[in-house]
């Protein structure tokens, strides 16, 4: 007797559920990444002297905002920032002599690592000829004119270059310079930069000057 017989189904095991301890990489759910760059930056201790005279001068900064953004030139080489704050200068204490005023600066300092020195192409052109052979000789048929050359490129160490963007003078301290999305840049840089605030209160008398500096801290770009 014959019985027939059918195959059963193979069974496939369903995929084990994912394991809540390992997270899926790359999702901005899970991942959202760093947070972006608004451009506050905190500010420095203010800076103090006291001068030979008894004067008390104060400079300092706060609200401040330093935020690279992309070059109107769109060179590889230049470095523009968006910059903001509010510097203040003061004079206290009871002196031994009289005051006339002062000035109050402003401004930032950019560091670039390397410098973009001399370019330089240095190249030659020839002249050639084609010809075919003929019997009797080489008849020219073309003139070419080869070209050749090479990019030379001279680096130069870093530097320090001071973008001063307010001088208040005043009659009586105290003093401020309030600054509001200020675009400053620096060209030539093949390196990475750094940007940092600074600010001096200059206090006069009639025979003196007493000058006191205000440095932000320094952001790496």
């Given at each position: 007797m014959l019985a027939p017989?059918?195959?059963?189904?193979?069974?496939?095991?369903?995929?084990?559920?994912?394991?809540?301890?390992?997270?899926?990489?790359?999702?901005?759910a899970v991942d959202p990444g760093p947070p972006p760059d608004t451009g506050v930056v905190a500010s420095s201790e203010p800076g103090v002297v006291t001068t030979p005279d008894g004067w008390v001068l104060t400079v300092a900064a706060k609200d401040e905002t330093e935020l690279p953004v992309a070059p109107l030139t769109t060179a590889i080489s230049s470095r523009e920032y968006l910059v903001g704050g509010t510097f203040t200068g003061t004079v206290t204490g009871s002196g031994k002599t009289t005051l006339a005023g002062g000035v109050l600066e402003a401004g930032y300092q950019i560091g670039c690592g390397i410098e973009l020195g001399q370019v330089r192409l240095i190249g030659s052109v020839g002249i050639g000829t084609s010809g075919s052979?003929?019997?009797?000789?080489?008849?020219?048929?073309?003139?070419?004119?080869?070209?050749?050359?090479?990019?030379?490129?001279?680096l130069k160490p870093g530097s320090v270059t001071n973008?001063?963007?307010d001088k208040k003078t005043f009659k009586a301290a105290p003093a401020r310079v309030t600054l509001k999305d200020v675009h400053i840049k620096l060209d030539g840089c093949a390196g990475q930069s750094f940007l940092r605030s600074y600010a001096t209160l200059t206090s006069s008398t009639t025979d003196t000057d007493d000058v006191v500096a205000y440095y932000g801290v320094t952001k790496s770009v």
């Open positions: 017989i059918a195959a059963a189904p193979l069974a496939l095991a369903d995929p084990p559920p994912p394991d809540p301890a390992v997270q899926p990489v790359g999702d901005p052979n003929i019997t009797g000789g080489l008849i020219p048929t073309g003139i070419n004119f080869p070209i050749s050359g090479t990019l030379e490129i001279h973008v001063s963007v």
